[in-house]
């Protein structure tokens, strides 16, 4: 089973770019790397997804190294409105063709302004 | 499009009184998930459903029973309430595996629950 491992809890001020590094040593093959945002009272949002070298789209970029056992999800000039709690999620593919996800307690970022 | 709805958005229950979440999602997924947040903490998956008539066992079922009876609907029973499964309780959907991007789950904006 795939884990995680990520910083607790990061601050950054408005305008920067912030890189959260995320660890999954174990992680299997055929495993896609996944980062969801959540805001409070509010359901995961997915950000963005990848297998390896770099993925990028409107709201972020993803680094994965040849090796894979580590990716940093990039955030480009946040905003107050980036302050949310982020996951690095590893999945494990479930019985029937699904997919599960297991959750750690994320990092919780906080911009300042 | 609605996207994944959940009803209701709050309840407080006693001990031993049961009660159903309702999820229901207009994008047509095949695949749907029911998840529980404790506070400060990531979710963990309860139960899902890879499609109509069928349900499989998460992380932590035990107190939990769901049914998808149709495909756009994933209910969630609590048949005696315990304070121990007071959470916030998300649902999620999904595409299948084929259809579309199925390793991308989207969520509902969860029910808190409180039982004393």
């Known amino acids: 089973l795939a884990k995680t491992t990520q910083p607790i809890s990061m601050d950054s001020y408005e305008g920067q770019e912030v890189n959260i590094t995320c660890s999954h040593n174990?992680?299997?093959?055929?495993?896609?790397i996944t980062w969801y945002q959540q805001f409070p009272s509010q359901g995961p949002r997915f950000i963005i997804q990848?297998?390896?070298t770099k993925v990028t789209n409107e709201v972020a970029s993803l680094f994965i190294p040849a090796d894979r056992k580590s990716s940093t999800l990039s955030l480009p000039r946040v905003s107050l409105s980036d302050t949310a709690v982020y996951y690095c999620?590893?999945?494990?593919?479930?019985?029937?063709?699904?997919?599960?996800?297991?959750f750690g307690t994320g990092t919780r970022l906080k911009v300042l302004a | 499009n609605a996207g994944v709805t959940q009803t209701p958005k709050f309840r407080v229950l006693k001990t031993g009184q049961s009660m159903t979440l309702l999820c229901a999602q207009d994008?047509?997924?095949?695949?749907m998930y029911w998840y529980r947040q404790d506070p400060g903490m990531g979710l963990r998956l309860i139960h899902y459903?890879?499609?109509?008539?069928?349900?499989a066992k998460g992380e932590v079922p035990d107190g939990y029973n769901v049914s998808r009876l149709k495909k756009q609907n994933f209910l969630l029973g609590l048949e005696s309430a315990a304070p121990s499964q007071t959470s916030v309780y998300f649902c999620?959907?999904?595409?299948?595996?084929?259809?579309?991007?199925?390793?991308?789950?989207?969520f509902g904006p969860g029910t808190r629950l409180t039982v004393t």
């Open positions: 999620a959907s999904s595409y299948s595996r084929g259809t579309g991007d199925y390793y991308e789950q989207y």
């Open positions: 174990n992680i299997a093959t055929n495993d896609y």
């Open positions: 990848g297998y390896k």
């Open positions: 999620l590893v999945g494990d593919a479930l019985p029937q063709g699904t997919y599960k996800y297991i």
């Open positions: 994008m047509n997924h095949e695949y």
């Open positions: 459903s890879v499609g109509e008539g069928t349900t």
